[in-house]
T-cell receptor, first 115, second 112 residues
Framework: AQKITQTQPGMFVQEKEAVTLDCTYD???????LFWYKQPSSGEMIFLIY????DQQNATEGRYSLNFQKARKSANLVISASQLGDSAMYFC????????????WGAGTKLIIKP | NAGVMQNPRHLVRRRGQEARLRCSPM?????VYWYRQLPEEGLKFMVY????????ESGMPKERFSAEFPKEGPSILRIQQVVRGDSAAYFC??????????FGEGSRLTVL
């Protein structure tokens, strides 16, 4: 079974609009962390935001926020006021604390921001 | 503070040759992870090492692939007798403890 599911292979969004990238996960480990990474066309993996399973508040980092719904096992990334430079692949990843801290990755969503 | 350094950034090999990918973790980091990214896919865990020890190699193919993280020097991912299916981006990440991972820029292997 897929541990991390990103259902949107690709998205087109108008510049300045908000965008939500979906991520659902599956784990029986009570302690885990959820990550979002951005991979531009240049290929590097850029850390965006982190949410711990015990965190009470949704994580926010600048224009990025994480809509964490624990009961539904979803951790959607919200980008406010999108910019052309946001065009990239976005990956959701999970780390189960009982698993040597390796990251399990989703297949990614390709986001294209239109001017 | 230099980040995680990977080299080479791009490597081209013919089938049957050997590929060696190097990763220098961030200063003070003793945990190294290798991931492989096939085209149009997310990253897949390969191996987790601490200095001189392989902690978890459950994601690494049993044949042709090996990894080490010596007491001195970078971590090395070695692929012997490469095949076309080995063409991928190989990412290294390091952490100071079993916590946040810091990624290198990746090494892109192309097998002709």
């Amino acid at each position: 079974a897929q541990k991390i599911t990103q259902t949107q292979p690709g998205m087109f969004v108008q510049e300045k609009e908000a965008v939500t990238l979906d991520c659902t996960y599956d784990t029986s480990d009570p302690s885990y962390g959820l990550f979002w990474y951005k991979q531009p066309s240049s290929g590097e993996m850029i850390f965006l935001i982190y949410q711990g399973s015990y965190d009470q508040q949704n994580a926010t980092e600048g224009r990025y926020s994480l809509n964490f719904q624990k009961a539904r096992k979803s951790a959607n990334l919200v980008i406010s006021a999108s910019q052309l430079g946001d065009s990239a692949m976005y990956f959701c990843a999970m780390r189960e604390d009982g698993s040597n801290y390796q990251l399990i990755w989703g297949a990614g969503t390709k986001l294209i921001i239109k001017p | 503070n230099a980040g995680v350094m990977q080299n080479p950034r791009h490597l081209v090999r013919r089938r049957g040759q050997e590929a060696r990918l190097r990763c220098s973790p961030m200063k003070g980091h003793s945990h190294v992870y290798w991931y492989r990214q096939l085209p149009e896919e997310g990253l897949k865990f390969m191996v987790y090492l601490q200095k001189e020890n392989i902690i978890d190699e459950s994601g690494m193919p049993k044949e042709r692939f090996s990894a080490e993280f010596p007491k001195e020097g970078p971590s090395i991912l070695r692929i012997q007798q490469v095949v076309r299916g080995d063409s991928a981006a190989y990412f290294c990440a390091s952490s100071p403890y079993t916590g946040e991972l810091f990624f290198g820029e990746g090494s892109r292997l192309t097998v002709l």
